[in-house]
């Protein structure tokens, strides 16, 4: 399944995208447990199908068996017919997780990633931190922080917990992933750079553009096998596959979860291939106007426009 967060009628609601529509999850499930003659349909959905991403993976494995059945139950009806269903177009796209509890980033963790930045193959995974106020979605603008002329892009893969966890063994880790999308670990690199904690180089706001959808773990069985890509403006930037990370998700989860309890909606973000903007010659930055696409196989497609950060905060007030 393709589950994301869309504002549907001023409120943000779990969904599943099913063709060129969203079915509001909960709203469904309520139809669906109506017609089974449940007399307190709606109640019994909430409790079922909740309508927010984040208690929806609290839910777990009884919560993602309803969804399942609401999308056999959605495939029988006309959807521009049921109130459950709304246009692709006519709803606005949040990212799938808009609030992550914790944003673990992963450091120089592809090869070439590692050569062009001349820096050695880590023996240990290089962990950093983003916060959720980076957080936007497919097609939101990226406002340019101004203050600097390195703003620089990392497509990443990313893994959202499904289930909480600490100590986590390898053979045990991918119990514990809902789904996977994709992620861009944007980076104002001056400020990465200026003192040894990466921090204030990776936490700009909306600096992290996360999605179209989580795709749920059955649909891409085999993570360690994606290509994944980035093109700014039409050019191709960034091309590799997943199966060369160098700490792959099963490490990284069991690594993460002996130091901090996992929980579901957490995101790791499990670092970027060669080819980022600071390692060409010249420089390759992004600048007010231009276009970065990441694109993960079987995840899809997380496109923003990099714009003026006046132009955000005029449209935000
Ligand atoms: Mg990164």
Known sequence: MRLGTFEIGNEERLGIELGDYVLDAN????????????????????????????????????????????????????????????????????APVPRPGKIVCVGRNYHEHVNEMNNQVPTIPVLFAKFSNVICAHGDPVPHPGVSEELDYEAELAVVIGKRGRRIGEQAALDHVAGYTAFNDITVR????????????????????LGPVLVTKDEIPDPHSLS??????????????????????????????????????????????????????????????????????????????????????????
Do not use: Y
Not at 67 to 87: I, M, S, T, W, Y
């Open 27 to 94: 709203r469904a499930c309520a139809h669906l447990l109506a017609e089974e003659g449940d007399g307190d349909a709606q109640r019994l959905a909430d409790a079922l199908l909740p309508s927010d991403m984040l208690a929806f993976l609290r839910a777990g494995e009884r919560a993602l068996e309803q969804a399942r059945r609401v999308v056999e139950f959605a495939r029988q009806k006309d959807l521009q017919a049921v109130d459950f269903a709304h246009p692709l177009a006519a709803v606005r796209r949040l």
């Open 190 to 209: 001056d400020w990465q750079r200026r003192t040894p904690q990466w921090l204030q180089g990776k936490t700009f706001d909306h600096c992290g553009p």
């Open 228 to 317: 994944i890509r980035l093109w700014l403006n039409g050019e191709l930037r960034q091309s590799d596959n997943t199966g060369r990370l160098i700490f792959n998700i099963p490490r990284l989860i069991s690594f993460i979860s002996q130091i901090m309890t996992l929980e579901p909606g957490d995101v790791i973000a499990t670092g970027t291939p060669g080819g980022v903007g600071v390692a060409m010659n010249p420089p390759g930055f992004m600048k007010v106007g231009d276009i970065v696409r990441v694109e993960i196989e079987r995840i899809g497609v997380l496109e923003n426009k990099i714009v003026e950060s006046d132009a955000l905060a005029a449209t935000a007030q």
